[in-house]
């Protein structure tokens, strides 16, 4: 349960203090009579005419709130026979037609039927609920282009910097982001560096609403979606971790030391399953486990990710898993490989079914396209590649090399062929297929500051396009 209290103010009641002093009376024209127009002047008896030069002010106070969604699914079936009845046998379905043709009711009720469908039909006939209206309107598209602003800037409580390695939305509304807070590079620590991450409210960037502690920095940090208030996160020590923000800040469980992974926890996922418990997780140390979030007592299994069956296991740094196919995932590598997995193969050495070329460094990115899950877009060194599953010797389509690094990317969740990729020096660059190949269609660098591509600010961007 959270509590949740609203603190309001009146607009006059904040804002910036106007200074006002006393001083004495300036001269500021001086014009001289003259005396040629004094004949055609009229005299008038004096009058007095009051004048108010402050501006009218009013004041207006509001406080929305709020507006909370909610996500329900539908299972239509055929409905109307007898919980006895299996409508999917086809003698069970016959027995129970002659039953009911025999039925003296039978016979008035279909009559009776087909006097409200013969009207139905009569409207239909009447009025045409297809007709197209406006058909000489042509529609002109928006000759306005693209443009991104930002939003809000979050920036870590800690005098440390810190890289921002991991980001989670809330899963119902998206008014929250889980962020996790680590330095990755290998002895590159910097002295007494704090091990909170942080839960920001994105209406409120001044405050983080939750603090978390873990007992090694978070690398990654991912929302239950079945289950928003909790959360798992894995640690740069091998460790997976539960947390449940109704709780407070501490962790609730984790995974022992012995059965975790050796290496840290670069991607962590939760998996579709009837009790929404299941997750899995990758690390350079070569093994993909899965994970009960009930007992993370022990992973309830594991995989090797050893493509070519010699026991020299490559090492895992992102995961991609799509819901529509709970028995595929894939796995991005140090090396830049890309393998596709299928995690009920009968052999567990063919777990690994189809391998694809890859990138020249570590593939820090890996996404399905939302609209054609066969279609995923990855992002390992200078470049972002469009691949097909259908399509194992290359990528199908790819963005020039650039000058520095990407970091990742993200399709769009309303327009099949837009994507969004970050690169290392600042921008934020949007490409979108339909329309051009070779150079993106929107780069924004946050203005005055680089914070998108600095790993120690995070900030929030409306785009519009």
Not at 128 to 137: G, K, L, N
Not at 322 to 344: A, D, H, L, W
Not at 436 to 446: A, E, H, I, R, Y
Request: net charge negative; hydrophobic share 30%; charged share 25%.
């Amino acid at each position: 349960m959270e509590i949740v209290h609203v603190y309001t103010r009146a607009r006059k009641e904040f804002g910036r203090q106007p200074k006002l002093s006393d001083n004495s009376a300036e001269l500021c024209v001086d014009v001289a009579p003259n005396p040629a127009e004094k004949d055609y002047t009229v005299k008038r008896n004096p009058c007095d005419t009051g004048m108010y030069t402050g501006p009218d002010l009013s004041e207006h106070e509001c406080n929305t709130e709020t507006f909370e969604t909610e996500s329900r699914g539908m299972n239509h079936i055929e409905g109307g026979w007898p919980k006895d009845i299996n409508p999917q046998e086809a003698e069970q379905v016959i027995r129970y037609r002659k039953k009911v043709e025999k039925d003296e009711g039978y016979i008035t009720t279909v009559a009776h039927l087909g006097e409200m469908m013969e009207h139905c039909i009569k409207q239909n006939n009447a009025i045409d609920i297809y007709q197209r209206y406006f058909e000489e309107s042509p529609i002109t598209p928006s000759d306005d282009p693209p443009a991104a602003k930002t939003v809000n800037i979050f920036k870590d409580p800690s005098s440390t910097k810190r890289a921002v390695s991991s980001i989670s939305w809330y899963p119902n509304e998206g008014h929250k982001i889980a962020v996790a807070y680590s330095v990755v590079e290998f002895q590159r620590w910097p002295k007494d560096m704090p091990f909170e991450s942080y839960i920001w409210n994105v209406e409120n960037p001044n405050k983080p609403e939750l603090s978390l502690k873990p007992i090694s920095p978070l690398v990654t940090l991912e929302y239950n979606p079945k289950d928003p208030h909790t959360l798992i996160g894995g640690c740069y020590n091998g460790q997976l971790l539960l947390f449940d923000t109704r709780k407070g800040s501490q962790f609730v469980d984790s995974t022992p030391i012995e059965k975790s992974h050796r290496d840290p926890i670069f991607s962590s996922l939760f998996l579709q399953s009837k009790t929404g418990t299941d997750c899995f997780t990758t690390s350079p140390d070569g093994y993909v486990y899965w994970w009960d979030i009930r007992k993370l007592g022990e992973p309830t299994e594991f995989m090797n990710i050893d493509p070519n069956k010699n026991g020299n296991l490559v090492g895992g740094t992102v995961l991609e898993y799509e819901s529509t196919m709970p028995t595929k995932f894939m796995i991005g590598t140090e090396f830049g490989q890309i393998y596709s997995c299928n995690r009920k193969a009968k052999d567990p050495s063919d777990k690994i079914a189809v391998t694809f070329p890859g990138h020249h460094g570590p593939v820090s990115a890996l996404t399905r396209n939302p609209f054609y899950p066969k279609f995923f877009l990855s992002v390992g060194d200078w470049t972002a590649r469009v691949w097909c599953e259908d399509i194992k010797e290359s990528s199908i389509m790819w963005t020039p090399y650039n000058t520095c690094p990407l970091s990742d990317c993200v399709w769009s969740p309303t327009r099949p062929g837009v994507f969004l990729t970050s690169r290392m020096d600042g921008y934020l660059d949007m490409w979108d297929l339909l329309f051009k190949q070779d150079d993106p269609t929107l780069s924004f660098n946050g203005g005055q500051e680089h914070f998108l591509g600095n790993p120690y600010i995070l900030a929030t961007v409306d785009i519009k396009y």
